[in-house]
């Protein structure tokens, strides 16, 4: 499931925190995250808050907001429609644990520090694991994001106990400040296109997936949309010209061989489902890792053959380069044997 942040008093006014609100419900996000601790916040910051969070709690969102105990005691927690307070300065384990017999919303503790003795001192006192889930932190700074081993083994103690976990990724378009270079958990991801950061936390065994920066832009919003369960989805850029027979393969749902070749990812079903001749076109062009290729019909038995480049190779006329998927390399790194995938079409 994949969510949005939001944050009162930073760079965004409050009707466009709002309007993003509805834009996000309208693409199908659920689930909001937000802080009410943040050092830079401005004087609108509480009064912006309030209003938030009503508009969340309208909109029907799962809302978690990440909170110091002196804004806890500030705010009418029962007013709004919070589902998890991710608690910061000020909270012992003990009061932790007490809220989630006292309150109705549940807890969020912080994924990258919290450990087993943690878990463990929280069921002594009494809290009830079944309202607890986890989320990481993300990292404002370019190179302290935490590396993909760290991550699983984190997320491995939360999942011995059945908790859930969460994690964040970066818009590309929509960067927060004061730093404004992203706010990923994994440093790998801080440049990467939000749809393959997303779909690489699935994949790591992560429950919810949240862009950490706000403002993301339509086309983040609409292509995290467009994720299916049990399909990758890799962006690719076209090249010109493309044949309406290659445009139907490229729109199609592909199955990588059981049998894929050393160098490329191998389409199972392209050259049955092709439909028509395939004629050389950007047949010339050099065939670079990730390029995307489609055999014309110079190569005889192989026309439709489609791939996925794990290797650059010369040109050959025989094959034209379709397109890029250089974009999804983490998704395509990672693709099985048997696995599906499918492309989303980025524009220029």
């Given at each position: 499931?994949n969510g949005?942040s939001?944050?009162?008093?930073?760079?965004?006014?409050?009707e466009?925190?709002?309007?993003?609100?509805?834009?996000?419900?309208?693409?199908?996000?659920?689930?909001?995250?937000t802080?009410?601790?943040?050092?830079e916040?401005?004087?609108n910051?509480?009064?912006d808050?309030?209003?938030l969070?009503e508009?969340?709690s309208?909109?029907?969102?799962?809302?978690?907001?990440?909170?110091?105990?002196?804004?806890f005691?500030?705010?009418?927690?029962?007013?709004?429609?919070?589902?998890?307070?991710r608690?910061?300065?000020?909270?012992?384990?003990e009061?932790?644990?007490?809220?989630?017999?006292e309150?109705?919303?549940?807890?969020?503790v912080?994924a990258?520090?919290?450990t087993?003795?943690?878990?463990?001192?929280?069921?002594?006192?009494?809290?009830?694991?079944e309202?607890?889930?986890?989320?990481h932190?993300?990292?404002?700074?370019?190179?302290?994001?935490?590396?993909?081993e760290?991550?699983i083994?984190?997320n491995?103690?939360?999942?011995?106990?059945?908790i859930?976990?969460?994690?964040?990724?970066?818009s590309?378009?929509?960067?927060?400040g004061p730093?404004?270079?992203?706010?990923?958990?994994?440093?790998?991801?801080?440049?990467?296109?939000?749809?393959?950061?997303?779909?690489?936390?699935?994949?790591?065994?992560?429950?919810f997936?949240?862009i950490?920066?706000?403002?993301?832009s339509?086309?983040?919003?609409e292509s995290?949309?467009?994720?299916?369960?049990?399909?990758?989805?890799?962006?690719?850029?076209?090249?010109d010209?493309?044949?309406?027979?290659?445009?139907?393969l490229?729109n199609?749902?592909?199955?990588?061989?059981?049998?894929?070749?050393?160098?490329a990812i191998?389409?199972?079903?392209?050259?049955?489902?092709?439909?028509?001749?395939?004629?050389?076109?950007?047949?010339?062009?050099?065939?670079?890792?990730?390029?995307v290729?489609i055999?014309?019909k110079?190569?005889?038995?192989?026309?439709?053959?489609?791939?996925?480049?794990?290797?650059?190779?010369?040109?050959?006329e025989?094959?034209n380069?379709v397109?890029?998927?250089?974009?999804?390399?983490i998704?395509?790194?990672?693709?099985?044997?048997?696995?599906?995938?499918?492309?989303?079409?980025?524009e220029?």
């Open positions: 499931m949005i939001v944050y009162a008093g930073m760079d965004n006014s409050i466009e925190i709002v309007e993003y609100l509805n834009k996000a419900r309208s693409f199908g996000v659920q689930t909001l995250f802080s009410a601790h943040i050092p916040t401005d004087e910051f509480l009064e808050l309030k209003i969070l508009e969340s309208k909109l029907g969102f799962t809302t978690i907001i990440d909170i110091s105990k002196n804004y005691e500030k705010l009418d927690m029962g007013r709004y429609k919070i589902d998890y307070l608690l910061d300065y000020g909270f012992t384990l009061e932790a644990a007490k809220m989630t017999n309150y109705d919303f549940g807890i969020t912080n990258t520090t919290f087993s003795e943690d878990i463990e001192n929280f069921i002594k006192f009494g809290g009830n694991v309202k607890i889930n986890a989320c932190n993300f990292y404002p700074r370019k190179g302290t994001g935490i590396s993909e760290l991550f083994e984190r491995k103690i939360f999942q011995r106990y059945g859930k976990t969460m994690a964040f990724i970066p590309r378009d929509g960067r927060r730093v404004y270079e992203g706010l990923p958990t994994l440093e790998k991801h801080r440049d990467v296109l939000p749809m393959v950061s997303a779909q690489h936390l699935f994949k790591l065994g992560v429950d997936v949240v950490g920066d706000a403002i993301a339509d086309e983040e919003l995290l949309a467009t994720l299916e369960k049990g399909v990758n989805v890799i962006p690719i850029k076209l090249n010209n493309l044949s309406k027979v290659e445009l139907e490229l199609s749902i592909h199955t990588n061989r059981m049998d894929p070749g050393e160098y191998r389409s199972q079903e392209s050259r049955l489902i092709k439909n028509g001749e395939i004629v050389p076109k950007n047949n010339r062009l050099p065939r670079n890792k990730y390029s290729t055999d014309n110079e190569y005889k038995r192989y026309e439709g053959e489609f791939q996925i480049l794990k290797k650059e190779l010369p040109a050959d025989r094959v380069v397109g890029d998927s250089g974009a999804g390399s998704l395509i790194d990672l693709l099985e044997p048997g696995e599906k995938f499918k492309f989303y079409i980025m220029d």
